[in-house]
């Protein structure tokens, strides 16, 4: 009995010692009001990230599902008014290891291109900047080869951080729905010194 307290004593001390997750960052209300305080001190640090967005519409469960249009949807060359939901993997090779998601909705905005409004989130569920997300929204031109999308903010490791996330079509099957699309991110983050994770996740994509 007194060597299964001992051992429960142990594992206590050991949770509690255990540094915390999301890049180290206290993502706890009391945490999140000391970063703030502490912001003045903050520096902007340049990031890269590079991933790939794997959207495979033809797998079960689907990746994304339209969820609503309009009654004229059906018959615009442009999809005008389609809305679908997406929770696409995260790969840092096409069709790679899994390092978080893609999860949001496209609305079809446009009458004269294929062209979407785009409203996601990137959920980062690997490495460094696990339990961390970037924030996107911004118009995508889905015909061109390269389109840019503003990052206006995330979470974690990325409080507050600004910059652009530049998206360009690697793999597609219209037939199928299934679609790959590699990202490239540059952004501005708000680092504290001595607190904040370094770029090494990033690096290795």
Do not use: C
């Not at 909705?105 to 446009?110: G, I, L, P, Q």
């Amino acid at each position: 009995m007194m060597m299964k307290l001992v051992a429960l004593l142990l594992l206590v001390i050991t949770i509690s010692a255990a540094p915390l997750g999301h890049g180290l960052i206290d993502q706890s209300p009391e945490g999140v009001q000391k970063w703030f305080e502490e912001f003045p001190n903050a520096k902007p640090k340049l990031t890269k990230l590079h991933f790939y967005l794997n959207n495979i519409a033809s797998k079960k469960p689907p990746m994304s599902a339209p969820v609503a249009q309009a009654e004229t949807t059906a018959s615009s060359p442009t999809s005008f008014g389609l809305i679908t939901v997406i929770d696409a993997a995260l790969t840092a090779t096409p069709g790679g290891k899994v390092i978080g998601r893609g999860q949001g909705f496209f609305t079809f905005s446009s009458q004269e291109e294929l062209s979407a409004l785009v409203t996601l989130n990137f959920v980062f569920t690997d490495g460094e900047f696990d339990g961390s997300t970037l924030s996107v929204l911004g118009r995508n031109p889905i015909t061109q080869t390269y389109r840019e999308l503003p990052v206006i903010g995330g979470s974690g490791a990325f409080r507050l951080a600004q910059g652009i996330a530049t998206a360009t079509t690697y793999y597609q099957n219209a037939t199928a729905g299934d679609d790959i699309v590699e990202v490239h991110m540059v952004l501005y983050r708000q680092t504290l010194p001595g607190r904040d994770s370094d770029d090494s996740w990033a690096a290795e994509l």
